[in-house]
C-alpha cells in the first residue's frame, strides 16, 4: 500500500485491505462463502478508500459527505476488529497436545468460524448500505504526498532562540531585565507578570530574558506551569532545575516545600529564603502586538530565508496576510510557515489570504492553524493529531513519538529509507510548518524533542473529538461517548474505580492506551487486549504485576511501555508478542527478563534500567537494533550472545572487571569474547557505543584500539573507561561525530589526535588530573566541532589558548576545572579570540578548597577573553562546593561530608593511576 496504514481521516483502511488481501490469498481454510465475502470487501473498501484520501485535506465538507467518510472511518475498524481477533484464534489452534484437547480445539475454531461468518454478514450488510450512500454524492479534491528526505529548516532554531528578540523582542526584553535587576536600596524580592492573549509570545520573552540574566544568580529554574498545575510536579521540577541532589521520591508537598526552602538557605544570598517570606515589589508587563514593521520582519525572514526581499507581484498579497495576523507572533510563524512549503505563484497566496478569516486574538489563531492543519498531507495530520495524548507542556521525546507512530501504522513505507528515517521526515516537517516547538536541539541542529504550544493543543484536542481520533480522559469525572474507544489517553490524577472500570470496559478493542497519572490504590483489572497496538503504563501507582499477566494476548501490540514503580516482574508469556517492536521498561522494579524474551523476533528497541538481568538468549533477537542499559548480565555467555546482533546499531553496555570472575581466570575469557563480539557489530554496521565501566588498564586502551580497525560505521563513541593516552588509529574512524572519551591525564599529543578526527562535530574530554602543560589548540583542528567540553577533575589550574582557523565552526564551549593551587603552580591562562562562531561559553569552577583570590582569578580570566571576543558570546559562570559561612553548623556538617568524599575521590584517583601504570591488578 502507498499510504500510512492507518491515518485519522481514512482510519485502518490501507491495513485492513493488506489484512483481507492475505485472507483471501492465504491458508486460513476459509469457506466458499465467506471467501467470496471477504473479495467483497475488499474490492468495494478499497475504492471507498481512495475517496476518503481525497477527502482528507479537504478544508470544509458537506455535511452529509462528513457523516458518510466518519462512517467508513468507523466501519474499517470495526471489519480489522472482527479479523483480528479470528486470526488471533486461529493463531492459539492446535497448540494443545492430547487428544481431548485437540477435539476440543476443533470445536472451538469451527464455532468460531461460524461466529466469524455471522459477524462478516453484518459488516457486508453495512458495506452495502454505505456504498448506496455514496452514490448519492459526488466529490473529487486533490492530495499530497513528500519525497525525499526531510531536514529541519535551518531557520527555526534561529527563530525560537535568537530571531524573536530582532522582531519586537528587544525592548520588552530590555524594559522586563531593567525591572528586574535594578539597584536600590531595599533588596526585596521582585516578581515581574507578563499578562496578553495566546499568541504574543510571553513565554518567548520570558525565556528571553531568563537566558540573558540567569548567569547573575547563584541559582536558577525555569518551570512552565499548565492551566492545570500539579503542584507536586512543579516542586520536583523546581528541585532538579535548581540542582538539588536531596531525595524527591516521597509525596508529601509540604516536604517538598521544606527541602526547596532548606536548600535555597545555603545559597550565596542568605537572605533568598527569608524573602520568600516577605513582602515584595511587583511589575506588570502587558505584552503587545508586534508593530507593522517587526510583523513584516518576522513573516519574511520564515518565508523568504532569512531576507527581507518580497517578489513585487506578492507584495500586496503578502501585506494583506500580515494584517490578518494582527501582530501575534505564533499566527505569523505559522501562516508564514505554510507559505514558506508553497510556490510564489499569486494564486496560491491568494487562496491563503481569502481563507483566513479576519478575527481577534484567540479565534483568528486558531482559524490559522486550522488552515494549515488541512494543509498538511493526510499522512501528517494523523501524525500531527496523536500529539494530543501528551499532557499539556509535556517535553515530547522525538525518539518515542516515531516509534509509536509506526506502531500505530501511521508511516508510509518510502523508496530508501527505514520507517524510523521517514518518521524523523515527519518530525522535521512538522517542525518546519511552525506547529510543533523544537527543543533540546543537539550539537548538529536535530531536536530530540518537542512542545506544543497550548492553542495549538487546543485545537488537536477538538479535531480528535470531532474524528473519535483519540479520547482524552482529564478531570475526575467521564462522560461515556456512543462512540467506541479507539485510542484513549488517561491524563486524570485520580478517577473513582468504577468511572475507570467503565473506561477499561469500552477499552476491550482499544487500539492505543495511555495511562499517566492514574493512583488509585487498587486499579481495576486490565482487560484482554486483542487489537491493541500501543500500551504505554507510566506513573501508575496502582497497578502490579496482576494487572499486565494477560499482556502476552495482544497478539497486536508493536510499542510497550511500563514505568510503574509497583510492577516488578513480566510474564513468561511475554514471548508471544510476535509483533512487538520496542519494549521499553524503564523506571520499572523489574530486576529481570524472562527467557521467552528471545521469541521476539521482530523486537528493534530493547530499553532496560542498568540493574535488570538481561537473559544469554539475548542472542535471538535477530532485529535488534538498540540495546541500553546492559549491565546485568552472565559475564561470558551473554557477550558471546552479542556477535549476533548482526542489525545492532546502538549499544550501551557495562563492562565487567576481574572482581567479578575471582580467581578462576575468567577475565582473559571475558575480554576475549567481548573484543570479537565488538568486531563483530562494528563490521555489521554498530553506529552508537557507549561503554561504562571501572576499567582503567592496557586492556582499556587494546579495546579501543580494536574498535578504530573494525567499527568504521561508528557515529558515536562513549568510553568511561580511563586511558593512559588516545590510540593513534582513532582518527581512522572517518564518521564519528560524537566523541566522550577519558584519560588519567590529557597532554598536548592527545588533542592533536582528537582535533584531526574529520568529522566530529561533539567532544567530551575528561582528565582525571589537571593538565601540566599549556594546550593549544592548532590550526586546522576540530574544524567542524560544534559543541566542545573539557572537564578536569584534578587540582590545579587550566591554560587553554586557541590559535588562528582553530574550530572555525565551534558554537558552544564547556568547561569545568577546579581552582585550588598546587605546588605546580598552574595558573589561568584562556585565549578564545579566535574561535570567531562562538555563542556561548559556560565555565563551572570547583571552589572546594580554594581561596577566594584564586577563584576570583579564575573568573578574571575567563571574563577577559570573552570581553576581547569580537562576537561577544554569551558567558554563564558557576561556581561549585563554595561555602561563605564556614562558622554556621549546617555548613561544617556540608564541609565535612565532602571533605569524606574529597579524600574518598583521591584515593579512587590513586588507585585508577596506578592501575593504568601497571602497579596494581584491576
Known amino acids: 500500500m502507498d499510504g500510512p496504514l492507518a491515518s485519522a481521516s481514512t482510519g485502518v483502511m490501507n491495513s485492513l485491505l493488506t489484512n483481507l488481501s492475505a485472507m483471501v490469498e492465504g491458508e486460513y481454510g476459509l469457506l466458499g462463502a465467506m471467501k467470496s465475502d471477504i473479495v467483497f470487501l475488499r474490492d468495494e473498501l478499497s475504492s471507498m478508500n481512495a475517496l476518503l484520501e481525497k477527502l482528507a485535506t479537504a478544508e470544509r465538507l458537506d455535511l452529509q459527505v462528513k457523516v458518510w467518510r466518519d462512517n467508513i472511518r468507523e466501519l474499517s475498524y470495526d471489519i480489522e476488529d472482527c479479523i483480528d481477533v479470528f486470526v488471533h484464534n486461529l493463531s492459539h489452534g492446535g497448540a494443545k497436545e492430547g487428544f481431548l484437547n485437540k477435539i476440543i480445539d476443533k470445536i472451538k475454531r469451527l464455532w468460531s468460524g461460524y461466529q466469524i461468518a455471522s459477524q462478516i454478514q453484518d459488516l457486508k450488510a453495512r458495506v452495502v448500505e454505505e456504498s448506496e450512500r455514496r452514490s448519492r454524492y459526488k466529490y473529487d479534491g486533490g492530495s499530497a504526498s513528500i519525497v525525499g528526505k526531510v531536514e529541519i529548516d535551518p531557520r527555526l532554531p534561529a527563530l525560537y532562540v535568537e530571531a524573536e528578540k530582532l522582531v519586537g523582542m528587544g525592548g520588552p526584553m530590555q524594559e522586563v531585565m531593567g525591572w528586574l535587576m535594578k539597584e536600590d536600596s531595599t533588596q526585596e524580592l521582585r516578581v515581574v507578570s507578563i499578562v496578553g492573549f495566546g499568541g504574543l509570545g510571553k513565554t518567548t520573552l520570558a525565556n528571553q530574558v531568563y537566558n540573558r540574566i540567569k548567569g547573575q544568580f547563584d541559582c536558577t529554574a525555569f518551570v512552565p506551569v499548565s492551566r492545570s498545575p500539579v503542584m507536586k510536579k512543579i516542586l520536583l521540577v523546581l528541585l532538579a532545575e535548581l540542582g538539588s541532589k536531596t531525595n524527591t521520591s516521597h509525596d508529601d508537598e509540604r516536604q517538598l516545600i521544606n527541602e526547596l526552602r532548606a536548600y535555597l538557605q545555603d545559597k550565596r544570598h542568605s537572605d533568598v529564603a527569608k524573602s520568600c517570606c516577605s513582602s515584595y515589589e511587583g511589575y506588570t508587563h502587558n505584552i503587545q502586538p508586534l508593530s507593522d514593521q517587526d510583523s513584516s520582519m518576522l513573516f519574511y525572514n520564515r518565508v523568504f530565508q532569512g531576507q527581507q526581499f518580497c517578489p513585487p507581484h506578492l507584495q500586496e498579497v503578502s501585506l494583506k496576510i500580515i494584517q490578518k495576523c494582527r501582530g501575534m507572533p505564533l499566527a505569523i510563524n505559522t501562516i508564514a510557515s505554510l507559505l514558506a512549503n508553497k510556490s510564489d505563484a499569486i494564486d496560491q497566496w491568494e487562496q491563503v489570504r481569502d481563507s483566513m478569516v479576519s478575527g481577534i486574538n484567540s479565534e483568528l489563531v486558531r482559524d490559522i492553524l486550522l488552515l494549515s492543519y488541512y494543509d498538511l498531507p493526510y499522512h501528517l495530520q494523523s501524525c500531527f493529531l496523536y500529539l494530543s495524548i501528551f499532557p499539556e507542556d509535556c517535553k515530547i521525546q522525538k525518539e518515542k513519538l516515531i516509534w509509536r507512530w509506526i506502531a500505530e501504522g501511521f508511516i508510509t513505507d518510502a523508496m530508501g529509507q527505514t520507517l524510523e528515517q521517514t518518521g524523523d521526515n515527519y518530525f522535521n516537517d512538522l517542525i518546519n510548518r511552525s506547529l510543533i516547538e523544537p527543543i533540546d536541539l543537539a550539537y548538529d541542529g536535530t531536536a530530540r524533542a518537542c512542545r506544543i504550544h497550548d492553542m495549538v493543543l487546543d485545537l488537536i484536542i477538538s479535531l480528535c473529538a470531532e474524528q473519535n481520533f483519540v479520547t482524552i480522559i482529564e478531570g475526575q469525572t467521564y462522560k461515556c461517548s456512543a462512540n467506541k474507544i479507539r485510542r484513549v489517553s488517561l491524563l486524570s490524577r485520580f478517577l473513582e474505580n468504577d468511572v475507570l472500570q467503565e473506561i477499561m470496559n469500552k477499552c476491550s478493542q482499544v487500539r492505543s492506551l495511555i495511562r499517566f497519572h492514574v493512583v488509585n490504590k487498587e486499579a481495576p483489572q486490565l482487560p484482554v487486549f486483542h487489537c491493541l497496538r500501543v500500551l504505554v503504563l507510566r506513573c501508575t501507582c496502582g497497578l502490579g504485576n496482576q494487572h499486565i499477566k494477560h499482556i502476552g494476548s495482544s497478539m497486536q501490540l508493536k510499542y510497550l511501555e511500563i514505568g510503574c514503580p509497583s510492577i516488578t516482574e513480566l510474564p513468561e508469556r511475554i514471548g508471544d508478542l510476535q509483533y512487538l517492536q520496542t519494549l521499553d521498561i524503564h523506571g520499572s522494579k523489574i530486576e529481570k527478563l524472562p527467557a521467552t524474551i528471545g521469541s521476539l523476533k521482530n523486537l528493534v528497541r530493547l530499553l532496560v534500567d542498568f540493574n535488570i538481568e538481561l537473559p544469554d538468549e539475548i542472542g535471538n533477537l535477530q532485529a535488534l537494533r538498540i540495546l541500553s542499559h546492559a549491565y546485568s548480565y552472565d559475564s561470558v555467555k551473554f557477550v558471546e550472545e552479542l556477535r549476533r546482533l548482526t542489525n545492532l546499531r546502538s549499544l550501551h553496555i557495562k563492562l565487567h572487571d576481574s572482581n567479578e570472575f575471582g580467581d578462576h581466570g575468567g577475565m582473559p575469557k571475558y575480554q ?58 582513532i582518527q581512522s574512524l572517518v564518521n564519528l561525530a560524537h566523541f566522550d572519551i577519558r584519560l588519567t591525564c590529557i597532554k598536548q599529543e592527545d588533542l592533536c589526535i582528537l582535533g584531526a578526527i574529520p568529522s566530529l562535530l561533539f567532544a567530551m574530554l575528561t582528565s582525571l588530573e589537571a593538565p601540566a602543560e599549556r594546550l593549544s589548540i592548532g590550526r586546522h583542528q576540530f574544524c567542524y566541532l560544534k559543541e566542545f567540553v573539557f572537564r578536569s577533575y584534578g587540582e590545579g589550574g587550566l591554560r587553554m589558548v586557541t590559535e588562528q582557523e582553530a574550530m572555525p565552526d565551534l558554537r558552544r564551549l564547556h568547561l569545568d576545572f577546579r581552582a585550588k593551587e598546587t605546588e605546580s603552580k598552574v595558573g589561568f591562562e584562556f585565549s578564545f579570540v579566535h574561535v570567531k562562531e562562538l555563542e556561548h561559553l559556560r565555565v563551572t569552577i570547583d571552589c572546594y578548597m580554594a581561596t577566594r583570590t584564586r577563584v576570583e582569578a579564575a573568573e578574571a580570566a575567563i571574563r577577559n577573553t570573552i570581553t576581547n571576543h569580537p562576537g561577544h558570546p554569551i558567558l554563564q559562570i558557576e561556581r561549585t562546593r563554595e561555602y561563605s559561612k564556614p562558622e554556621d553548623e549546617d555548613t561544617r556538617e556540608m564541609v565535612l561530608r565532602d571533605c569524606t568524599t574529597y579524600n574518598e575521590i583521591q584515593q579512587e584517583h590513586s588507585r585508577k593511576r596506578k592501575c593504568c601504570e601497571g602497579q596494581l591488578p584491576y
Open 672 to 729: 576475549e569474547a567481548l573484543g570479537s563480539s565488538l568486531s563483530v557489530l562494528g563490521k555489521h554496521g554498530l553506529q552508537s557505543l557507549q561503554i561504562d565501566s571501572n576499567y582503567c588498564s592496557s586492556s582499556a586502551y587494546r579495546l579501543m584500539d580494536l574498535l578504530c580497525c573494525n567499527a568504521a560505521f561508528l557515529r558515536k563513541l562513549c568510553n568511561q573507561s580511563y586511558l593512559t593516552k588516545l590510540p593513534q588509529r
